[in-house]
């Protein structure tokens, strides 16, 4: 798949429901977080931007995966508020069956090891969304073969974890990320477990397929290579927002 990516890292900022030009999709503000004595986040306010590709850096123990967990309500924050544009009420004061809906719903995630079901094969595991959202069978393996197919795997569709190297296994994860038309996509470390050349290969096809939808990535990372794909770059230290790089425009 030829790159479409280019040097001067500009965004592609869409509308989106909700939203105007340069309306936020995501907010927060004033974000606390701890971990019995260790106080993970500190007073942190993020705005990230519909349709752009931040990427939220740091060392271990940051607090950048707690912070990306607050943003995708995974976890809900000791103090502060995050309000998401396609949702009436916060994120932070949604009850549980609300904010596990919404990740269904609005909300695509990567992990760093892809978490993909060993048992299952690649089209069955990029159709678990769809399933778990009342899709019919047979119309969620369409779209999950459609996916599959759009980031280069038409030969994996039977082939299970195991079956696949890396690069092909966080490619799975990205079709499982797309499959329910995510408006957000929260990737934590989705480079971290391959090689260079692969990393390349996953960050390129990703960036290639949200440019065209329109889609917003939140990008955990601790490698400057996969940041330099993002049009902004933030830099998270001590529970901390210590820097902003603005590349919008750029």
Request: hydrophobic share 40%; charged share 20%; glycine share 10%.
């Amino acid at each position: 798949m030829t790159s479409t990516l280019t040097s001067t890292r500009q965004a592609v900022v869409l509308d989106a429901p909700g939203t105007g030009p340069g309306t936020p999709i995501l907010s927060a503000r004033g974000l606390r977080k701890s971990f019995g004595l260790t106080e993970a986040l500190r007073h942190v306010d993020l705005e990230v931007l519909p349709g752009e590709v931040l990427a939220i850096m740091g060392p271990s123990g940051s607090g950048k995966s707690t912070l990306l967990h607050c943003l995708a309500g995974v976890l809900v924050p000791d103090e502060g508020t995050i309000v998401y544009s396609g949702a009436e009420t916060p994120v932070s004061a949604m009850p549980e069956e609300e904010r596990s809906r919404l990740r269904l719903t609005d909300f695509g995630f990567v992990f760093q090891f892809g978490q993909l079901l060993p048992d299952l094969t690649a089209v069955d595991n990029v159709s678990i969304p769809l399933l778990l959202r009342g899709e019919k069978r047979g119309a969620a393996t369409k779209i999950a073969r459609y996916w599959l197919d759009r980031l280069g795997l038409e030969d994996a569709h039977d082939k299970r974890p195991a079956e696949l190297s890396g690069g092909q296994a966080q490619r799975v994860a990205i079709a499982r990320a797309l499959v329910n038309n995510a408006r957000i996509i929260f990737a934590d470390e989705p480079t971290g477990s391959l090689d260079s050349l692969s990393a390349e290969n996953v960050m390129t096809i990703l960036l290639e397929i949200v440019r065209e939808l329109g889609t917003t990535v939140v990008l955990i990372t601790h490698d400057a290579r996969t940041a330099a794909y993002a049009d902004r770059e933030v830099i998270v230290r001590d529970g901390r927002i210590a820097t902003t790089d603005w590349q919008v425009g750029a």
